[in-house]
Every structure is written in structure tokens, then in C-alpha cells.
């Protein structure tokens, strides 16, 4: 499994599982694009959007931590990059939340809680699969 960029693991830690953003919870931005693609290529903005939401996120769970990395871009540039983590033992509960559409194209977000924070999932290609997968690694 290829690390994600941003991410530096700590000796001895191994991903477990890792996804993205599904295409699918993206479906306001693209259905704008297409839609307004016409009016003098301001789709393209909308497409644009929508990509560059995609390419900056990943998730990632490893055996000591759930992980999820967004990069910041200035303009084709990597500025920064934002770690949102949880150590495996602090999580007290995961879930799934779905929208209607959501339910409807089986796409949703997995919320992680500890103590002190929470870390959300975004828009994953069959959430609850994705969150069984994520137990049996524990």
C-alpha cells in the first residue's frame, strides 16, 4: 500500500486500510458543471472545484492511529498540509452518517470520537462496508 503524501508514519506503524473521497459525494459541484459548462465555460470552475476537493483528502487508518490528511494548495504549489489524527485506543465511538443522497447512491461519512476530538471521513463509497473493514483490522 502506497503512503499518502503528507502522511509520515511512526517506526513500526502499518496502514491498514486507506480510501478517498468518493466521486459520488461530490455530485452538487459536478452536477453544476455539467449543467453550466455552456455558459461561457463557467462549468469548469465547478469541475475544477470538485477535483481539487477530491485530490486534496485521504484517509487512512494504521494500527496505531486513524488518519485523515488534507493538503493546501497555492495555485499547482503544495502550501501546507493539515493532519486530523486520533491514536486507535482513544477512539470511544465510530459511526455512519448519510444524507438522503446519500442513502440513496450508498455514499457517506464515518465519524470517529474521542475525549478530546473528533475526526470525519467524508463522503466514502459504501460507508458501512468500509466501517466493518475498518473493525476487523483492530
Same mark, same amino acid.
Given at each position: 500500500?502506497? =503512503?499518502?503524501?503528507?502522511?509520515?508514519?511512526?517506526? %513500526?506503524?502499518?496502514?491498514?486500510?486507506? %480510501?478517498?473521497?468518493? +466521486?459520488?459525494?461530490? +455530485?452538487?459541484?459536478?452536477?453544476?458543471?455539467?449543467?453550466?459548462?455552456? =455558459?461561457?465555460? !463557467? %462549468?469548469?470552475?465547478? !469541475?475544477?472545484?470538485?477535483?481539487?476537493? +477530491?485530490?486534496?483528502t485521504d484517509y487512512a487508518v494504521t494500527d496505531k492511529r486513524v488518519i485523515k490528511i488534507v493538503r493546501h494548495y497555492s495555485f499547482l504549489y503544495l502550501a501546507d498540509t493539515d493532519i486530523f489524527e486520533i491514536k486507535r485506543d482513544d477512539v470511544n465511538d465510530e459511526y455512519v452518517a448519510q444524507t438522503l443522497m446519500g442513502k440513496k447512491f450508498d455514499f457517506g461519512d464515518i465519524v470517529f470520537i474521542s475525549p478530546k476530538k473528533?475526526?470525519?471521513?467524508? %463522503?466514502l463509497n459504501q460507508p458501512y462496508d468500509a466501517l466493518e473493514k475498518m473493525k476487523d483490522t483492530i
Open positions: 500500500m502506497a =503512503i499518502p503524501y503528507g502522511l509520515h508514519l511512526q517506526p %513500526g506503524e502499518k496502514i491498514l486500510w486507506q %480510501g478517498k473521497m468518493s +466521486w459520488k459525494s461530490l +455530485w452538487v459541484p459536478l452536477l453544476a458543471g455539467i449543467l453550466s459548462v455552456w =455558459i461561457y465555460g !463557467l %462549468g469548469v470552475l465547478f !469541475l475544477a472545484y470538485a477535483a481539487a476537493k +477530491w485530490l486534496k473528533k475526526v470525519v471521513f467524508k %463522503g
